[in-house]
């Protein structure tokens, strides 16, 4: 017995809000590289982070204000950031199925990603510029 | 969605891998805690990007701000944030083994999924008593 259904095919017309957009190659192979590279950051990260942890203003800005924590901060939040917005991605592919709301959480995904990265690395800037 | 049929047909369709039927085990928690900690980092780095543009922008705008990094939620908030960043540092750490095909026996792999669990609190916790014997 045949149960005709809407769905003639998994990957295509009823069944297409159901699938990736085939790029989940480059998504894999780009998550496991950055994750090579946030892994010494995240950890160096964290350490300057719980440093800056009930400190007073001046505190803050002498714990991170030399190049290298500062490089190292924005590095974690610039790759950090990216990485975010492919996990971010992979999220709205599996939950949001609705066509027209995908899109703009896709587009809501990009411009967040980017103004976080881009506040860590303006702040940081700011913190470290010399005086 | 104006094709209301077809969108029912969609809503009907079992998806993988069936939540509701399958039993705990260490592997499918830690991999929804992997995704979990991810989006709390997400927001976690919104969150100390305020921090970080209040102590960017002088002592009076950090005043405003200085709680997210003080005080028991500052605290608490740096805390559960180092603790994701470990947990999904393992969790990445846990799927290089697996995709070299280690660890992927019954044993091994509910080994593993117990290991960043336990490795990640334990790291967090090494972190913040360095921290504080260093100062």
């Known amino acids: 017995m045949s149960v005709p259904t809407h769905f003639k095919n998994g990957r295509s017309g009823a069944g297409k809000k159901f699938v990736a ?49 500062a490089l190292v901060l924005s590095g974690f939040a610039a790759l950090g950031m990216i990485h975010a917005r492919e996990g971010m991605h992979e999220i709205i592919l599996d939950y949001v199925h609705d066509a027209e709301l995908k899109q703009k959480a896709i587009t809501a995904n990009k411009n967040i990603s980017i103004t976080v990265a881009a506040l860590w690395v303006v702040a940081l800037m700011f913190i470290a510029a010399p005086h | 969605m104006a094709k209301t049929d077809s969108n029912d047909f969609a809503q009907k369709r079992p998806l993988s891998p069936h939540l509701s039927v399958y039993r705990p085990m260490m592997t499918m928690m830690m991999s929804i805690a992997h995704r979990i900690t991810g989006v709390a980092l997400y927001v976690g780095m919104a969150v100390l990007g305020l921090f970080l543009l209040g102590a960017a922008l002088g ?10 990094g003080s005080g028991f939620i500052g605290a608490t908030l740096v805390f559960l ?5 470990f947990h999904h ?3 990445g750490v846990r799927h290089a083994f697996w995709d070299r095909g280690l ?24 972190l913040w008593t360095a921290r504080l014997l260093v100062g």
Do not use: C, N
Request: hydrophobic residues 50%.
């Open chain 2, 89 to 91: 540092i393992l969790g």
């Open chain 1, 21 to 69: 957009d085939a790029s989940g190659s480059a998504h894999a192979k780009f998550m496991r590289l950055s994750s090579y590279a946030l892994t010494p950051l995240g950890i160096l990260s964290a350490w300057w982070l719980v440093g800056l942890v009930g400190q007073p203003f001046e505190h803050v800005r002498a714990e991170i204000g030399h190049p290298f924590p």
């Open chain 2, 103 to 126: 660890y992927m026996d019954p044993k091994g792999r509910e080994f593993l999924a117990l290991g960043t669990l336990i490795g990640g609190v334990a790291m967090t916790v090494i």
């Open chain 2, 81 to 85: 944030i180092t603790w994701a960043i």
């Open chain 2, 59 to 68: 002592s009076s705008a950090f005043s405003l701000v200085s709680w997210l």
